[in-house]
C-alpha cells in the first residue's frame, strides 16, 4: 500500500450539492467511528478501578456507575457507522461491491446498538464487587450474539470490498482486504484462552475499516 491514505473531507465548496456534502460528512463520520471507539474504550479502561484489559472486554465497561459512557460510545459509533455504510453505498453504487458492501457494513452498525441496549455480563471481579465466574444472562446473551453477528458482517464486508478495491486499481488494498478478516476472526478463536486476543481482533476490525472507508472514498471523489 504505498499510495498516501488521506481521510475524506466533507464537500463544502458552493458548487456542491446538499446531497454531495451530506455524503461527504456521512463518509468522514465512517472513518473516525472505530478509531474514536476504540481510543473512548481504551481511555476508560486505563481510569477504570478493577479493569484490566488481560482479564475483561471493553463491552464490560458500559457496567458500574460511569458505564453509561461506554453505553453512549456504542450508540454514537453505531450512527457513525452506519451513516458511513449510506455514504459508501452513494459513492460505490454502479459498481463492484457497490450493494452488499454497504448494506453489511450497516448489519455491522446495528450491531452496536443493540450491544448498547443489552449489556454484557459482569465477570472476572469486574465490575467491583462481581464475582470471578461469569453467569450468562438473557442480555448477556444477546450481547453476545450482536457481538458475532456484526463482526461477521464486518468480515464479510470487506471481503466484498476487496471487489472494489480491485475495480479501482488498488490491488494491495484488495489483497488486505481478504487478509484481515482472517486476522479478526483469529483474535475471536483465541477469545477463549486470551481476552486481549479478542480485543485486539475487534480493534484490527475497527481501524481497517476505518482505513478502508477511507481509501474508498478518496479513490471514488469523482464519481
Same mark, same amino acid.
Given at each position: 500500500m504505498t499510495d498516501m491514505l488521506t481521510v475524506p473531507r466533507p464537500v463544502d465548496s458552493p458548487a456542491a450539492s446538499p446531497r454531495a456534502r451530506a455524503v461527504g460528512w456521512a463518509l468522514a463520520g465512517g472513518v473516525v467511528a472505530g478509531p474514536s471507539f476504540l481510543a473512548v474504550g481504551v481511555g476508560q479502561g486505563v481510569v477504570r478501578d478493577g479493569f484490566a484489559f488481560g482479564r475483561h472486554a471493553i463491552s464490560q465497561l458500559a457496567l458500574g456507575g460511569p458505564g453509561w459512557v461506554q453505553t453512549v460510545n456504542f450508540l454514537v459509533t453505531g450512527v +457513525?457507522? #452506519?451513516?458511513? %455504510?449510506? @455514504? &459508501?453505498?452513494?459513492?460505490? /453504487?454502479? @459498481?463492484?461491491?457497490? !450493494?452488499? @458492501?454497504? %448494506? &453489511?457494513? @450497516?448489519?455491522f452498525g446495528v450491531s452496536f446498538w443493540v450491544a448498547a441496549g443489552f449489556p454484557a455480563d459482569a465477570g472476572a471481579g469486574f465490575p467491583a464487587g462481581a464475582p470471578d465466574a461469569t453467569v450468562m444472562s438473557g442480555h448477556g446473551v444477546v450481547h453476545m450474539l450482536a457481538g458475532t453477528v456484526g463482526y461477521g458482517a464486518l468480515? !464479510?464486508? *470487506?471481503?466484498? +470490498?476487496?471487489?472494489?478495491? !480491485?475495480? *479501482?486499481? $488498488?490491488?494491495?488494498? %484488495?489483497?488486505?482486504? /481478504? +487478509?484481515?478478516p482472517v486476522a479478526v476472526l483469529a483474535g475471536?478463536?483465541? *477469545?477463549?484462552? *486470551?481476552? $486481549? !486476543?479478542? #480485543?485486539?481482533?475487534?480493534? +484490527?476490525?475497527?481501524?481497517? &475499516? %476505518?482505513a478502508a472507508t477511507a481509501r474508498l472514498a478518496v479513490a471514488t471523489a469523482r464519481r
Amino acid at each position: 500500500m504505498t499510495d498516501m491514505l488521506t481521510v475524506p473531507r466533507p464537500v463544502d465548496s458552493p458548487a456542491a450539492s446538499p446531497r454531495a456534502r451530506a455524503v461527504g460528512w456521512a463518509l468522514a463520520g465512517g472513518v473516525v467511528a472505530g478509531p474514536s471507539f476504540l481510543a473512548v474504550g481504551v481511555g476508560q479502561g486505563v481510569v477504570r478501578d478493577g479493569f484490566a484489559f488481560g482479564r475483561h472486554a471493553i463491552s464490560q465497561l458500559a457496567l458500574g456507575g460511569p458505564g453509561w459512557v461506554q453505553t453512549v460510545n456504542f450508540l454514537v459509533t453505531g450512527v +457513525l457507522l #452506519t451513516g458511513g %455504510a449510506w @455514504g &459508501l453505498r452513494r459513492r460505490l /453504487r454502479g @459498481g463492484p461491491g457497490g !450493494a452488499w @458492501g454497504p %448494506a &453489511l457494513i @450497516g448489519v455491522f452498525g446495528v450491531s452496536f446498538w443493540v450491544a448498547a441496549g443489552f449489556p454484557a455480563d459482569a465477570g472476572a471481579g469486574f465490575p467491583a464487587g462481581a464475582p470471578d465466574a461469569t453467569v450468562m444472562s438473557g442480555h448477556g446473551v444477546v450481547h453476545m450474539l450482536a457481538g458475532t453477528v456484526g463482526y461477521g458482517a464486518l468480515c !464479510a464486508a *470487506s471481503v466484498v +470490498l476487496g471487489r472494489s478495491f !480491485a475495480a *479501482s486499481g $488498488l490491488r494491495a488494498w %484488495a489483497v488486505a482486504s /481478504r +487478509l484481515v478478516p482472517v486476522a479478526v476472526l483469529a483474535g475471536f478463536m483465541a *477469545s477463549a484462552a *486470551s481476552v $486481549l !486476543a479478542f #480485543t485486539a481482533g475487534a480493534g +484490527l476490525g475497527l481501524l481497517w &475499516l %476505518a482505513a478502508a472507508t477511507a481509501r474508498l472514498a478518496v479513490a471514488t471523489a469523482r464519481r
